[in-house]
Structures are given as structure tokens and as C-alpha cells.
């Protein structure tokens, strides 16, 4: 009977437990607290989270109950990660809920989201020349995209082996936005360029908002084809929005369908952090580049905003240039209240809706690219 | 491999001049056709008030005869949201700030709030007042929701 005990007690959690997988549980807890207490994108951060305790049970090897294990139920469901099937999904959601009449009512804005990708680029040489193969350089340049999905879908091309720890820090920057672009806002921009006020944006009409996706879909993927399963799930729900015959299924596509595809996405990136394969150099090192990333990208943007006012005749506010990364909306409300907090009737949320949804499509051709000349 | 030695091993600075070129090109192209395209719709809708293609004998159309603004189609689940604001604006002055709306709508769960209350503002349902504050204008909430 002691054997038995034995035996038993071998196999326990408490047995098996190193201090890796120890402090992959507490980095868990901390995504768990920062989206339930603080609201840093708990969609996110609380799904990874506890996908992270998911995984991060230490286990006999065998049993198949590891993500790892080909034969395991988490396994199935990271498929959807591994082969990029659940980010156009979750892009099939986001241009369900996307309303582009503000990018449409001023297209200049739109290269703001352009100038802020140059992040990701910067970013690709900085980690080239840390030593990461130009694929892996490639799928951590991505994250100063700020755009997970995408982050996700680039690395489960390029870098499969680099999911986790890509995934977790594409997510906590996006979730730190309001942490991360505040202070790079202050220090780049003059108290009177906050002060700037947007003109009212020209009416779109519904016609142009049908349109657009249309239009959109075909000239990017005609330019960068790898774009594609990003970009045509994001003009197919944007499509579908806008079409209103169509209501049922946008609805579907921004409720249930991004719902679940986020769940299972956030979860099982969260459980693929095992404590002995996320806890390397590189892992350290990809969280360095991927801060570097966003602060280069949000920079950019804002450098950029500025550089326009230098020819535009009617001023733009350049703090809009800090959504032009692709973390939506969240970026934008930082804009809207780094701009409040110089005068609190300046209302430019709407206004930084543009560059920033004209982040998410620079951010996917972006990724495009990289996987077309990485493949 | 590191630094400068590996960035020029992987053709690191030509990948990503070409990457910015490419996404830069993409996203100023795509600017270009849709600054463009309500002027091209609105010549297909009405190619009389564009001076090259008006007839010679053709008088030019006054003002009356220019269509009226189109008032933005509010669908089943937008009249609801217009009903949802009505309600939060109705627990403010008579004149108040967009932004406190706003902050109530995103509080109280109101779908797709920032859409939703810029669609408000094109409809003229809210309306601004010159100085900074904006008023709830019933008669236009009435004429959408009836």
C-alpha cells in the first residue's frame, strides 16, 4: 500500500513542480488580476491567464494531457493557433465591429497607421542583430504591430516555437498601452501641439462605406496576396456590417464568432507558456525587442503626424500619430485622454478611430510582407 | 551571429526598406482612392454638376434643385442605441459635454458607443451649440425613431 502512496504521490503536481513552472503560475495570476481588478484588456489577459495555470500544472509526461502532447484535448484546440485559423476569425469579428467613416472622411490620417509600422521593421533589424534567424526576427518585429491576432498568425508561420512567449508579449504591451504610450506622447509632442483642435470630420455616406471594404480588400491582397487571410476576414466583416441586409451575420461574426475564437486563442496561448519551454534567454529577450517595438511604432506614428503639419494647411493634432499602432480602441482612448488632459473639450477620439483602424490593415499587409519574403 | 555582421548576412536592411515601402505604398494608394471615391460617386449620382460633362444649353443647377443632406439610415439595433442615449442624456443638463456622454454610454454597456454617438451627431440628434456643449434635439430623435 505505501508503494501505492508512493506511486500515487509521484505523479502529484507537488512532486513533479520545479520553480519554473512556479513562476509561470504567478505571472498567470498577475494577467488574472491586471484584466479582472485593473480592466487591462481582461478579454485577454484574463483567458491567457488562466490558460497559463492550465498549463503550467506540472504532469506526467504520457498521460496526454499536455498542449504538447499530440494526443491531448488542448492540443485539438491549438491547432487552431498553430495552423493561423483562429486570428482571421478574431480580424472576421474586429471588421464586424469596425466603423471606418471617420479613416474614410479624412484618408490622410491613414498614414499615420502606415508610419507607425515602421516599428515593426526597426524592430526586425534590432532583433536580427541580437542573433534571431530574419523568420523569428520577422514574427517579433510583429509585435510592435500591437496587434495580437496578427502577432500570432506571423509567428505560427514563421516561428512556430516562439508562439508563446510572442503571443504573451503581444498581448501584455497591447493591455499596457495605457501605461507604455502616455510618457512617449508627453516627451515627443509640445503642450501647444495637445492643444490642437481636429476639424469635424465631412459626412461619409452609406454608399462609400459599402464600398470601402471592397476596394480596400482588393487593392491590398492585389499587393501583398500573403495579407490575405487577414485582410479578407477583415473587409468580409466590415462588409458585413455595412451592407445591413447582412445584419444577422455581422452580428454573429462580432459576438459569438470573435467570442469564441478568443476564448480558445486566449487560452490555449496561455497554456502553451509551459514553465520549461517559455523560461529561455530568448524569451527574455523577445519581451525587450517587443517594448522596443511598441515604443518605436508609437514614436513613429507620432514623429510622422508631426512631419505632416510641416506641408498640411489645416493642422492635425500629432498625438493622433500614437494610434496609428493597431491596438484598437485602445490606443485611440489613450489619445483622447492624453489630449483631454491639456483640455478637456478637446474631443479626439473619434478622430484617432482613423489612424488606428488604419493600423490593423498596415499591420496585417505589414505581416504579408514578412511572411512573403520569409517563406 | 550579431549585430551589424548578421544584419547584413540576412539582407536585414534591404528587407526592411522594402517592407515600409511596400506597406507605405498600400496604405497611401488605398488613401488616394478613397479621398477620391465620394467625388466619383457623387459624379455617377449626378454628372450635371461637374462643369466638363454639363451640356452646353444645360443652366447650371441652382440651389434648390441640389439634393438635400442625406440624414444617415439608422438600422433596428441603431434605433435601439438612439433610445439607450435619449435615456442617458435625459440624466444630464440640457446642455452638456460629449464627453461625459460618451463616458456614461461606455459605462452603461451601450454597443459600439463611439459609432454610435458620431452617428447621433451626423443625424443631428445631438446637436452642438457653438461654445463647446451639445443639446438633445427631440424633434430629430422623433422623425428617426417614428
Not at chain 2, 438635400?68 to 435601439?80: D, H, I, K, L, W
Not at chain 2, 438612439?82 to 451601450?110: C, H, W
Request: hydrophobic fraction near 50%; charged fraction near 15%; include cysteine.
Amino acid at each position: 500500500m505505501d508503494a501505492l502512496f508512493l506511486e500515487f504521490f509521484q505523479n502529484t503536481g507537488f512532486y513533479l513542480c520545479d520553480y519554473r513552472y512556479i513562476i509561470m503560475i504567478i505571472i498567470g495570476c498577475i494577467f488574472i488580476y491586471l484584466g479582472i481588478a485593473k480592466h487591462y484588456e481582461p478579454l485577454l489577459l484574463v483567458p491567457i491567464g488562466f490558460g497559463m495555470l492550465v498549463g503550467n500544472i506540472p504532469i506526467f509526461k504520457g498521460l496526454g494531457l499536455g498542449i504538447y502532447e499530440s494526443n491531448s484535448v488542448l492540443h485539438y484546440l491549438y491547432f487552431g493557433v498553430t495552423q493561423g485559423i483562429y486570428p482571421p476569425l478574431i480580424f472576421l469579428g474586429i471588421g464586424a465591429m469596425t466603423d471606418f467613416s471617420t479613416l474614410l472622411a479624412r484618408p490622410v490620417l491613414m498614414l499615420l497607421g502606415a508610419a507607425a509600422q515602421a516599428g515593426i521593421f526597426i524592430t526586425f533589424i534590432g532583433a536580427l542583430a541580437l542573433g534571431f534567424a530574419p523568420n523569428e526576427a520577422s514574427a517579433i518585429g510583429i509585435i510592435g504591430g500591437a496587434d495580437g491576432p496578427t502577432a500570432i498568425f506571423l509567428t505560427a508561420k514563421l516561428a512556430p516555437r516562439l508562439i508563446g512567449p510572442i503571443a504573451v508579449a503581444a498581448y501584455s504591451y497591447m493591455a499596457l498601452v495605457p501605461v507604455i504610450q502616455p510618457p512617449i506622447m508627453k516627451l515627443l509632442t509640445s503642450r501647444e501641439e495637445r492643444l490642437i483642435r481636429m476639424e469635424e470630420p465631412r459626412e461619409v455616406s452609406k454608399k462609400e462605406k459599402v464600398i470601402f471594404p471592397i476596394v480596400a480588400f482588393l487593392l491590398c491582397c492585389f499587393l501583398a496576396p500573403a495579407a490575405l487571410p487577414l485582410l479578407g476576414m477583415l473587409c468580409f466583416g466590415n462588409l458585413l456590417k455595412e451592407a445591413v441586409v447582412t445584419e444577422r451575420l455581422a452580428v454573429a461574426a462580432r459576438n459569438a464568432i470573435i467570442d469564441t475564437a478568443t476564448i480558445l486563442l486566449g487560452l490555449t496561448v496561455g497554456a502553451s507558456t509551459q514553465g520549461d519551454v517559455f523560461l529561455t534567454g530568448s524569451s527574455v529577450r523577445i519581451f525587450v525587442l517587443g517594448a522596443c517595438s511598441f515604443a518605436i511604432a508609437t514614436a513613429c506614428g507620432l514623429l510622422f503626424a508631426k512631419l505632416m503639419n510641416l506641408f498640411l494647411k489645416t493642422k492635425i493634432n500629432p498625438l493622433l500619430g500614437a494610434a496609428g499602432v493597431s491596438a484598437v480602441p485602445d490606443s485611440a482612448r489613450v489619445v483622447q485622454h492624453v489630449g483631454q488632459q491639456e483640455d478637456p473639450t478637446n474631443f479626439l477620439l473619434m478622430h484617432a478611430m482613423a489612424p488606428n483602424v488604419s493600423g490593423v490593415i498596415g499591420s496585417a499587409i505589414a505581416a504579408g510582407v514578412l511572411w512573403s519574403l520569409m517563406a | 551571429m550579431y549585430g551589424l555582421e548578421a544584419i547584413q548576412a540576412h539582407n536585414g536592411w534591404a528587407v526592411a526598406v522594402v517592407g515600409i515601402t511596400i506597406v507605405f505604398t498600400g496604405l497611401v494608394v488605398l488613401s488616394l482612392i478613397i479621398s477620391q471615391l465620394h467625388k466619383v460617386l457623387d459624379f455617377i449620382s449626378n454628372p450635371n454638376k461637374f462643369e466638363v460633362f454639363r451640356p452646353a444649353n444645360v443652366e447650371p443647377a441652382d440651389k434648390k434643385d441640389e439634393p438635400v443632406e442625406e440624414v444617415p439610415s439608422f438600422t433596428g439595433a441603431q434605433m435601439e442605441t438612439a433610445r439607450q442615449y435619449r435615456m442617458l442624456a435625459r440624466t444630464l443638463e440640457d446642455e452638456f459635454l460629449l464627453p461625459k456622454l460618451l463616458n456614461l454610454a461606455v459605462i452603461s454597456g451601450v454597443d459600439k458607443p463611439h459609432a454610435n454617438l458620431g452617428l447621433l451627431v451626423r443625424a443631428g440628434v445631438i446637436t452642438p451649440d457653438g461654445q463647446g456643449f451639445f443639446q438633445w434635439n427631440q424633434d430629430a430623435f422623433d422623425r428617426i425613431i417614428s
